[in-house]
Nanobody
């Protein structure tokens, strides 16, 4: 399975972007999906995730209220809608899929935040926010 992100680009502070994530076998409807970001020389950090069922979403404190993760079941696609972008949001954004835990339910503060929870990763899409 190949996971592919798209939608990155160069924007100004305050602008919006929408990232998309798809799987090569159109299977994302059967996976929990997370978004992470990373800058050179820094560790990859959790941004947001949507549960396998699509009923639960999770966000880091840095993006809560500005970013929204969602699924389009018909398109087998997961989106990350990013609003009110800030220069500190500049990073390579990665989509990751968790196929190993069907029917997984999690309501805690650590849900989907660990890289080890995911089976497949995309190559990343660059988001650059100029101030």
């Amino acid at each position: 399975v190949q996971v592919v992100e798209s939608g990155g680009g160069l924007v100004h502070a305050g602008d919006s972007l929408r990232l998309s994530c798809v799987a090569s076998d159109h299977s994302l409807n059967r996976a929990g999906v997370g978004w992470f970001r990373q800058n050179p020389g820094k560790e990859r950090e959790f941004v947001a995730a949507v549960s396998w069922s699509g009923t639960m979403t999770y966000y880091s404190d840095d993006v809560k209220g500005r970013f929204t993760v969602s699924r389009d079941i018909a398109k087998n696609t997961v989106f990350l809608e990013m609003n009110d972008l800030k220069s500190e949001d500049t990073a390579a954004y990665y989509c990751a899929a968790d196929y190993s835990r069907p029917n997984y339910y999690c309501s805690g503060s650590t849900c989907y935040r660990s890289e080890n929870e995911y089976d497949y990763w995309g190559q990343g899409t660059q988001v650059t926010v100029s101030s």
